[in-house]
């Protein structure tokens, strides 16, 4: 790719633009300063560098697919420079416990995308904190209030609430084609705005058609931190000029969120400071953060981040599973005999889930192929330290490819084919134990929201399949679906999947 096009590709300013800058001589200077150092003689192999762009050129807007690619040639462990960022990318199991559990306390703090340094937010931010103390507060108060076996029993009756809305939905629009992920995303968001705010924020019946103003919203956040090539994140000192506007619009996006949740929690809170009020009737999960004396800064921030990272991912399981099954027919079929043999009633309740071993080898094998954050979220270096005898220098970032992991044949037998039985006959899970499989990621950045996100894929699945039979529409051979995927925070089908519910 010439550099005006990869320029114009990724939007950014001509060549011509950057050249006439001051910042851009200052630049120029800093990254012929910063070229070799003297501990890149062991560094993970890589591709050579170009002056100044380093291997930027080599990552597209699929960098699961292009580090993959590279890593074929160049091994488990990788070293790249984008623009003057040093990266290093693990590609196998043994790499990745290299990173998350061998050197886990060097290689967890968190490099921060340009759409969310936003200096007010950081401080009360669980994702994308250090792992300091107001990180480890939070992780536990999620844990204990939000994805205990405590809490999730707690939540059950919710989810079972809402996905009974779902289901009435669906068998309304008997015949029409819905948009899969539609339906689900605010099946999902429904769910956490109960548990947190106690309401629905959603309406199934205005969404459909994507025109609710909250979830577009929440949705271009999502967008615009998953913006893989941001030309300033690569240049340091270009970072300060905002070149794509990517804080500045994040900023206002939150802005609009934050007024959203700020008149809910006024709300919660007068409640809870009013004379009547028992602790009793805290049962909320905004009621545990003002009883524990968040500020509304600090609510609106932890708030925003569970929805970003809890609906979106779990949204793109529950349809990477039904975009397979759709495929697969006689996969189908099987789990319609086991849902048959295990479950005399009309309505799937929670104690079902655990007699569905099948279907939960399914969703095992769609998060193989289709893991929904294929390069983890971006961890950094916070000391010099040792992978696989290679030096990781401190503040490299540092990414583990799950995609390619998923697709390895020397990891997977037949890897590019769905095969559900391969997990019928291992005990390998999700949990963060098998580096052969992290959707969650492992170590002490793994997913929190795992035991709750689990819980609602299989729910919804389960549903669904016990209650319709799925039809593409326009008489679309099953076998000839688009599974292309677009990269994101959650990686998302290319093309949408619609479906036609017809009642079992
Ligand atoms: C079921 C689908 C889900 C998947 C596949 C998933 C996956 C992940 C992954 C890969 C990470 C990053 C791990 C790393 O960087 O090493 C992560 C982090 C996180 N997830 Fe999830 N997640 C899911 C659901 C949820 C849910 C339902 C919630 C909460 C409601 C949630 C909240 C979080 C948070 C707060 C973090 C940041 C943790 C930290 O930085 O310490 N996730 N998730």
């Not at 924020?201 to 919203?217: F, H, P, R, V, W």
């Not at 009013?274 to 009883?291: G, K, P, Y």
């Not at 899970?429 to 299989?458: A, T, V, W, Y």
Request: net charge neutral; with cysteine.
């Amino acid at each position: 790719m010439n550099i005006t096009n990869f320029l114009k590709d990724f939007n950014l300013p001509s060549p011509l633009f950057v050249l006439s800058t001051i910042p851009f001589l200052f630049f120029l200077v800093k990254q012929i300063k910063s070229l070799p150092s003297k501990c890149s003689k062991n560094l993970p192999p890589g591709p050579p560098k170009l002056p100044i762009i380093g291997n930027l050129h080599q990552v597209d807007n699929k960098p699961h697919v292009s580090t993959a690619n590279i890593a074929r040639e160049y091994g488990p462990l990788i070293s790249l420079r984008l623009g003057n960022q040093l990266v290093v990318i693990a590609s196998t199991p043994e790499a990745a416990m290299g990173i998350l559990k061998t050197q886990d306390r060097f290689l967890s703090a968190r490099v921060v995308p340009t759409a969310f340094q936003q200096p007010s937010l950081i401080p009360h931010s669980l994702i994308w904190s250090e792992c300091n103390e107001t990180w480890k507060n939070l992780r536990t108060l999620c844990r204990t209030e939000m994805f205990s076996t405590k809490a999730l029993e707690a939540q059950s009756m919710l989810r079972e609430e809402k996905i009974g809305h779902m289901l009435e939905f669906l068998h309304s629009k008997q015949g029409e084609a819905i948009n899969v992920e539609d339906v689900v995303f605010t099946t999902l968001f429904n769910t956490l705005s109960s548990i947190i705010f106690a309401k629905d924020l959603i309406d199934l019946k205005d969404d459909y058609g994507g025109s609710n103003e909250l979830k577009a919203t929440l949705r271009k956040i999502i967008e615009f931190g998953g913006r893989v090539i941001d030309f300033g994140s690569f240049f340091p000192i270009l970072e300060r000029f905002d070149l794509h506007g990517i804080r500045k619009g994040t900023l206002k996006l939150f802005s609009k969120v934050f007024s959203y949740w700020e008149y809910i929690i006024d709300e919660r809170r007068s409640q809870v400071n009013s004379s009547t009020w028992s602790s009793e009737q805290a049962h909320t999960f905004v009621d545990r953060l003002l009883e524990n004396g968040f500020s509304n800064n600090q609510i609106h921030q932890l708030v925003t981040e569970l929805f970003v990272a809890g609906t979106n991912t779990t949204t793109s399981i529950v349809v990477w599973v039904m975009s397979e099954l759709v495929r697969h027919q006689e996969v189908m079929l099987k789990i319609d005999n086991e849902m048959k043999r295990e479950i005399k009633s009309d309505k799937i309740n929670s104690s079902h889930l655990s007699k569905l071993p099948y279907l939960q080898a399914c969703i095992k094998e769609a998060m193989r192929l289709h893991p929904p954050v294929p390069l983890l979220l971006p961890h950094m270096a916070t000391d010099t330290c040792e992978v696989m005898s290679y030096t990781i220098p401190k503040n490299t970032k540092v990414f583990v490819n799950l995609w390619a992991m998923g697709r390895d044949p020397n990891v997977w037998d037949d890897p590019f084919s769905f095969d559900p039985e391969r997990f019928m006959v291992t005990k390998l899970d999700f949990k963060g134990q098998d580096f052969e499989l992290l959707p969650f990621g492992s170590g002490r950045r793994m997913c929190p929201g795992l035991p709750s996100g689990i819980k609602s894929i299989e729910f919804i699945l389960a549903s669904l399949i016990h209650e319709f039979t799925w039809v593409l529409p326009d008489g679309v051979d099953p076998s000839k679906l688009n599974m292309d995927s677009k990269f994101g925070i959650a990686m998302k089908r290319e093309t949408p999947l619609e479906l036609i519910f017809k009642r079992k």
